[in-house]
């Protein structure tokens, strides 16, 4: 079974700030590698499909990046509004898994 | 636009069963059967958990290891709604538990509202 993790899991940043969130495989699973977003009460959002692949309507802000066991998520300016928890899910086969998530409050 | 709409929260007692729905809408390049649909647990606090697939077409399933046989996933292509089942809830089944349309390579672009379900004596 392929186990994910994430780094970190809480981060405390302020508007502005470029944000980095790492999501690592413990084996390859090429680039079947999405990010989600979700706030307190509220259902997932996909962010990211395909490790770099920008969901419609996702603000550019929001990027992708890695293949292989690691990954990254970049807000290049983080906005009021991108307080949330964040998941990557991984899904190189029909069974798939969600890191535990990276929870990002803003200062 | 695609939409899927959940049933109620439910409050239920341990031992016994429960069956949520998933109800699609708005699909128009491909049918409700031509895209799986996942079911993802929520406990509460907690991080999200995949449970399982299932297939409209041809209601293949497929599930977590961690959830087969606790769980039962189904199909009614009339209706374009999918089903999550229990036959006998335990306290630790209480959680919110959503469904979402798989696209592509396996993630999932339109997830339901989520269902919340309790199960205390």
């Known amino acids: 079974d392929i186990q994910m993790t994430q780094s970190p899991s809480t981060l405390s940043a302020s508007v502005g700030d470029r944000v980095t969130i790492t999501c690592r495989a413990s084996?390859?699973?090429?680039?079947?590698l999405a990010w989600y977003q979700q706030k307190p009460g509220k259902a997932p959002k996909l962010l990211i499909s395909d490790a770099s692949t920008l969901a419609s309507g996702v603000p550019s802000r929001f990027s992708g990046h890695g293949s292989g066991t690691e990954f990254t998520l970049t807000i290049s300016s983080l906005q009021p509004e991108d307080a949330a928890t964040y998941y990557c899910q991984r899904y190189s086969s029909y069974l798939s898994a969600f890191g535990p998530g990276t929870k990002v409050a803003i200062k | 636009e695609v939409q899927l709409v959940q049933s109620g929260a439910e409050m239920k007692k341990p031992g016994e069963s429960l069956k949520i729905s998933c109800q699609g809408s708005?699909?128009?390049?491909?049918?409700?059967?031509?895209?799986?649909i996942g079911w993802v647990r929520q406990m509460p606090g907690k991080g999200l958990e995949w449970m399982g697939i299932?297939?409209?077409?041809?209601?293949?399933?497929r599930y977590s290891p961690s959830f087969q046989g606790q769980v039962t996933m189904s199909v009614d292509t009339s209706i374009n709604t999918a089903y999550l089942q229990w036959s006998s809830l335990e306290v630790s089944d209480s959680a919110m538990y959503y469904c979402?349309?798989?696209?592509?390579?396996?993630?999932?672009?339109?997830w339901g509202q989520g269902t919340l379900v309790t199960v205390s004596s």
């Open positions: 299932i297939y409209p077409g041809d209601s293949d399933a």
């Open positions: 708005g699909y128009t390049e491909y049918s409700f059967t031509s895209y799986w």
């Open positions: 979402a349309r798989r696209i592509g390579s396996g993630c999932f672009d339109t």
């Open positions: 084996q390859s699973v090429s680039n079947y």
